[in-house]
Each structure stands twice: as structure tokens, then as C-alpha cells.
């Protein structure tokens, strides 16, 4: 017998906001965060090649589903909401053109010249 699980609505609205937001696939989010973290100065000493932050926790996220999410993953989802819309806010004159913050959102898991 399936059990329905019931979510906060909070939680359903974030969700549904989280992912208007990051609107990189999962896979490709991966490959640009393993790109970035490639360079010399990103990864350490440290054998365990981890993914750059916060784009760790974000792909984290991307791979649950709303009925497993923790409270980490809920202020992960709050947290990358909040830096996307400011980055958004503050688009530079030179707008996608500008390297920086078009990586910066990337590194977030949104791209700006993606189109929903």
C-alpha cells in the first residue's frame, strides 16, 4: 500500500522556486563545477577530489527527492535562491558578457542564457 506523504506548503513553494532558479541539469552542473575545480588553486592536497562549494550541496539537492530533503538541504535551497536572486539583481553593464558573473551564477547552477 503507497502512503502518501504530505509536505509543508513552504516547502512544495521553495521547492518549486529552487528549481525555477537552477536551471542547470544536474549532470551538466557537475561537469562545469568539475571544470571549475580543476584549477590550481581550487582543490588542495586532499585525495577526496570534492566539488567546489556550495555547488556540492546544490547537486545534492537535485538529487532528492522533496519527500527526502533535510534541513540542510531546505537552507541549502533558501541560500542558493537568495545568492541566484542577488546576483540576478546586481547584473553588471556589460550583462551576460561578464565572464565573472555569469560564473559566479553558474557555479550556483544557473545559467543566464539558458531560457524557460
Known sequence: ?????????????????FHERVNVPSEK???WL???GSGEETFGPDPDLGLPEPGRHILRVLTKR???LTRDDIETMRDTIDEI??????????G???????????????DVLVER
Open 29 to 31: 552542473l557537475r561537469q
Open 96 to 110: 551576460n558578457a561578464d565572464d565573472r558573473w555569469r560564473h559566479a551564477l553558474l557555479d550556483l547552477g544557473h
Open 1 to 17: 500500500m503507497v502512503r502518501e506523504q504530505r509536505l509543508d506548503p513552504q516547502v512544495e513553494e521553495l521547492w518549486e522556486s
Open 34 to 36: 568539475l571544470t571549475r
Open 66 to 68: 522533496k519527500v527526502d
Open 85 to 94: 536572486e542577488n546576483l540576478l539583481a546586481a547584473k553588471p553593464p556589460r
